[in-house]
């Protein structure tokens, strides 16, 4: 019987990782009137793509990249190629992947059909050197710049949306969101099961 598994690209030149604890419930006790997010919005990812442009290891990340950044961001047709150059490559070494798009983010979600000789090793070894060259510098700037276009903290976007959707009190900073997340599962107040806080971490813009 085939199982559902994701993919995981164990290296990523340009991540960022956000912390999550398990499911509770926040107090809504606390009513302050709304306080405007401290972070500070820089509309410019040209130092990002200049330095993926430097980490470039094949023709095509270069001209993708400096396309880019003569556009101010990398445009979805070459984020797509980007995917499918990766998926063509780990379906030549034998790993049945595929794309979804996601319709409620517009980003492409990436999966898998295994069966019982599933090798993990051997998938995040192809993984890794598939995403090499084809979509490793590509794929996780765009979607930073189509969640997170203005380039702003991306913790205080996911506050924000936090307190948009009622989720958390209109006090609640991002400190408080680190301290949650910092947790051990089971003990964190954020009621990270629900739907409304999985959109917030996938487009806090939505």
Do not use: H, W
Not at 45 to 55: C, T
């Amino acid at each position: 019987m085939n199982i559902r598994t994701q993919v995981v690209v164990a290296v990523s030149v340009i991540s960022f990782i956000l912390p999550l604890s398990a499911c509770s419930s926040f107090s809504e006790a606390d009513e302050n009137p709304p306080t405007q997010s401290s972070s500070q919005p820089d509309a410019s990812y040209d130092a990002q793509l200049q330095q993926a442009l430097q980490s470039a290891t094949s023709d095509f990340e270069r001209t993708v990249l400096k396309r880019a950044i003569d556009a101010g961001k990398i445009s979805e047709s070459d984020y797509r190629e980007a995917n499918e150059r990766y998926q063509q490559c780990m379906v030549s070494k034998g790993d049945n992947i595929e794309f979804t798009t996601d319709q409620s983010t517009g980003l492409m979600q990436e999966s898998m059909n295994a069966d019982d000789g599933y090798d993990s090793e051997k998938v995040t070894a192809d993984s890794m050197e598939c995403a090499r060259g084809t979509n490793l510098l590509i794929r996780d700037l765009y979607e930073r710049m189509a969640t997170n276009p203005t380039n702003a903290d991306e913790i205080e976007l996911i506050v924000d949306c936090l307190k948009r959707k009622k989720i958390v009190p209109q006090s609640f900073t991002k400190q408080d969101y680190l301290t949650e997340s910092a947790k051990p599962q089971g003990s964190s107040q954020l009621d990270t099961g629900s739907n409304e806080f999985a959109q917030c971490l996938a487009n806090p813009n939505k």
